[in-house]
Structure formats: structure tokens, C-alpha cells
């Protein structure tokens, strides 16, 4: 009789990392299942329950004999900074994290393991140091909220299932992520430095970034917070520099940051501060359980991206 593959609840997993990380799962002999408030569109070929990242309800189901459990839920944080949207960043981390807690002591037989989506935003905005695992946090909105996020999901972890938090840099893939923005404003010539420049883009490719949850679900001493991250951050001008090489686009005028503040809000519609501060950060604690980057360096991954 042939066996089921694993289920993987993915929660929040109609996004593009989640349908990216599904797509990876599903590869490697899993069953993912996509929870999320809507459907994805276009359809895709996952299984797929509706949850409004708040409540405990039929849903649970899925929790049942899963092999692990993944929560990538939160609001975006590329939107501007109005005080509703801050609360909504804060709160769609922190109570679906709390839902999903509350979920897995209904059940049976749990997971084994719960892999929790954090943010490298928790070690703040540092101008040139470089964060690993056990540097401290910083101090805004953004490292409250990773480090609200974090404590929540702490106090949610069911004794003896083992707990991986992913400290995440920008996720870079074809199909979303930081890249599509980035390469709209280098279509439009304006792809050079942000304000200084100096500021870390601390990023990491789609399938490294899957690769990571993939190793954390088999591999048994995987176990508390992690930096996912690409070994490599560079500056905002190096970066930009590589991606007008790679789009083979001569000239990018700078961004000074009075302009940025007035286009970022007006034009793309975001927080002129994802753009005009950065971090540099690289996982120590990946590099001990012997992890292997298919892409640590950037022109390998904006010629695998980029390519027609």
C-alpha cells in the first residue's frame, strides 16, 4: 500500500514565499497545505483551507499527524507606515502566532516541529556593523515588532516540539520579493545609490531561503533562531551597481533622501525607510550545521533571476 507523503501546513502560504516553499516541499515528497484568508489566484496545485489567521477552527484538522508545521502569516511591510498599518504588522504576526498555538494543543498527535517566520528588521539598522545570531537587537518599530513576534511564538510552542525561528533578509525570486520593485526603478534609469548608499542589503535567493526550511524539517538539530540569510551583504550601491550591470542599464541616478522620502510615498506607495536604511547580517549558527548556499554570491543570483 502506498504511503501518503507528509503534510506541511504552511500558514500564510498563499504568498510568494509560501507558494515558492510549497513548490519546494512538494519536490522533495511532501504534501503541502496553503492556509491563508484567500485562495490564491491563479490556482494553483495545493491543497488549500481558509483561515483568518485569528481564529481556531476546522482547520485544525491539518495540524493532525503533519509532519511540521510552517507560519510565514504577517502583514507586508512594503506599505506606508500609517499608524493602522503599523498596528496591522504588529498584530497579523503576533495573534496568528497565538492562533496557531492554541490550534496545536487540540491536537493528537502534533507536529514535531514548528518553523517560524522572523525578520532580520530585529537587529535594527546598524550603519556598518555585522549582525550574526548573537548580536543585540535594535531599537523602532521594526525590532519591536520581530522581537513581539518572537516572544509570541516562544510562549506558543507546545512542550517538546522542537522550534526553529528564521530571521529573514529580502527574499529574492522571479515571481516576488524586493527584486520586482528594485527592477522597475532601474527600467526607469533611476537605479543608483540610495541617499549615503552605505546602508546593508543583507538578501537571499528563493531557493536558498526554501532550502533552509527544507533542512530544518529533516534535520534534528536544527533548533532555535537563525539568521536566513545569503553569507555575502553588500551596500545599496553595490547592489544596485550589480543589478544595472546584470540589465544591462549604462547610467542609474541617484536617489537623494528628501526625494526618496517624497517618491517612495507618492509614486511606489511605501516606506521611504526600506530603502534609505539597511543591515548587514550573516548566519553564524548555519554555517556550524554545515548549511551550503546554492547562490552566496550576488551576480550568481541576479544571472539565475534575471535570465530570459
Same mark, same amino acid.
Given at each position: 500500500? *502506498?504511503?501518503?507523503?507528509?503534510?506541511?501546513? #504552511?500558514?500564510?502560504?498563499?504568498?510568494?514565499?509560501?507558494?515558492s516553499? =510549497?513548490?519546494?516541499?512538494?519536490e522533495?515528497?511532501?504534501?503541502?497545505?496553503?492556509?491563508?484568508?484567500n485562495a $490564491?489566484?491563479?490556482a494553483?496545485?495545493?491543497?488549500?483551507r481558509?483561515?483568518? =489567521?485569528?481564529?481556531?477552527?476546522?482547520?485544525? !484538522?491539518?495540524?493532525?499527524? =503533519? &509532519?511540521?508545521?510552517?507560519?510565514?502569516?504577517?502583514?507586508?511591510v512594503?506599505?506606508? *507606515?500609517?499608524? +493602522?498599518?503599523?498596528?496591522?504588522?504588529?498584530?497579523? /504576526?503576533?495573534?496568528s502566532? %497565538?492562533?496557531?498555538? /492554541?490550534?496545536?494543543?487540540?491536537?493528537?498527535?502534533?507536529?514535531? #516541529?514548528?518553523?517560524?517566520?522572523?525578520? =532580520?528588521?530585529?537587529?535594527? +539598522?546598524?550603519?556598518?556593523?555585522?549582525?550574526?545570531?548573537?548580536?543585540?537587537?535594535?531599537?523602532?518599530?521594526? $525590532?519591536?515588532v520581530?522581537?513581539?513576534?518572537?516572544?509570541?511564538?516562544?510562549?506558543?510552542?507546545?512542550?517538546?516540539?522542537?522550534?526553529? /525561528?528564521?530571521?529573514?533578509?529580502?527574499?529574492?525570486?522571479?515571481?516576488?520579493?524586493?527584486? &520586482?520593485?528594485?527592477k522597475?526603478?532601474?527600467?526607469?534609469?533611476l537605479?543608483?545609490?540610495?541617499?549615503?548608499?552605505? &546602508?546593508?542589503?543583507?538578501?537571499?535567493?528563493?531557493?536558498?531561503?526554501?532550502?533552509?526550511?527544507? &533542512?530544518?524539517?529533516?534535520? %534534528?538539530?536544527?533548533?532555535?533562531?537563525? #539568521?536566513?540569510?545569503?553569507?555575502? $551583504?553588500?551596500?545599496?550601491?553595490?547592489?544596485? !551597481?550589480?543589478?544595472? %550591470? /546584470?540589465?544591462?542599464?549604462?547610467?542609474?541616478?541617484?536617489?537623494?533622501?528628501?526625494?526618496?522620502?517624497?517618491?517612495?510615498?507618492?509614486?511606489?506607495?511605501?516606506?521611504?525607510?526600506?530603502?534609505?536604511y539597511?543591515?548587514?547580517? !550573516?548566519?553564524?549558527?548555519?554555517?556550524k550545521?554545515?548549511?551550503?548556499?546554492?547562490?552566496?554570491?550576488?551576480d550568481?543570483?541576479? !544571472?539565475?533571476?534575471?535570465? *530570459?
Amino acid at each position: 500500500m *502506498k504511503s501518503h507523503p507528509p503534510n506541511i501546513p #504552511i500558514f500564510g502560504g498563499t504568498g510568494f514565499i509560501g507558494l515558492s516553499l =510549497a513548490h519546494h516541499l512538494k519536490e522533495r515528497g511532501f504534501h503541502p497545505i496553503l492556509l491563508a484568508r484567500n485562495a $490564491p489566484s491563479p490556482a494553483v496545485p495545493f491543497e488549500f483551507r481558509q483561515w483568518d =489567521a485569528v481564529s481556531v477552527g476546522d482547520w485544525v !484538522k491539518v495540524l493532525e499527524d =503533519a &509532519q511540521a508545521v510552517v507560519n510565514l502569516a504577517g502583514k507586508t511591510v512594503d506599505c506606508i *507606515k500609517t499608524p +493602522d498599518n503599523c498596528d496591522l504588522i504588529l498584530r497579523s /504576526r503576533v495573534d496568528s502566532t %497565538k492562533a496557531i498555538g /492554541r490550534a496545536l494543543q487540540l491536537v493528537d498527535k502534533p507536529p514535531k #516541529i514548528w518553523v517560524q517566520m522572523s525578520t =532580520a528588521h530585529i537587529y535594527g +539598522d546598524p550603519p556598518s556593523q555585522l549582525c550574526t545570531e548573537g548580536s543585540s537587537t535594535g531599537y523602532g518599530l521594526a $525590532p519591536f515588532v520581530g522581537k513581539a513576534w518572537e516572544e509570541a511564538f516562544l510562549e506558543s510552542v507546545p512542550k517538546g516540539l522542537r522550534e526553529v /525561528r528564521l530571521r529573514t533578509s529580502f527574499v529574492i525570486g522571479k515571481n516576488g520579493g524586493a527584486l &520586482q520593485s528594485l527592477k522597475r526603478i532601474v527600467r526607469l534609469g533611476l537605479g543608483g545609490k540610495v541617499g549615503h548608499g552605505q &546602508q546593508g542589503i543583507s538578501w537571499i535567493h528563493e531557493f536558498d531561503m526554501n532550502e533552509i526550511i527544507h &533542512q530544518a524539517i529533516i534535520n %534534528k538539530q536544527y533548533e532555535g533562531a537563525y #539568521i536566513a540569510s545569503a553569507p555575502k $551583504p553588500v551596500s545599496n550601491e553595490e547592489f544596485m !551597481k550589480a543589478l544595472r %550591470k /546584470r540589465m544591462g542599464m549604462p547610467i542609474g541616478l541617484p536617489a537623494p533622501e528628501f526625494l526618496t522620502r517624497i517618491g517612495a510615498r507618492l509614486i511606489f506607495r511605501t516606506d521611504p525607510e526600506l530603502a534609505l536604511y539597511g543591515r548587514y547580517v !550573516k548566519s553564524e549558527r548555519l554555517a556550524k550545521e554545515g548549511f551550503n548556499f546554492r547562490f552566496p554570491d550576488l551576480d550568481e543570483v541576479l !544571472k539565475d533571476l534575471l535570465k *530570459k
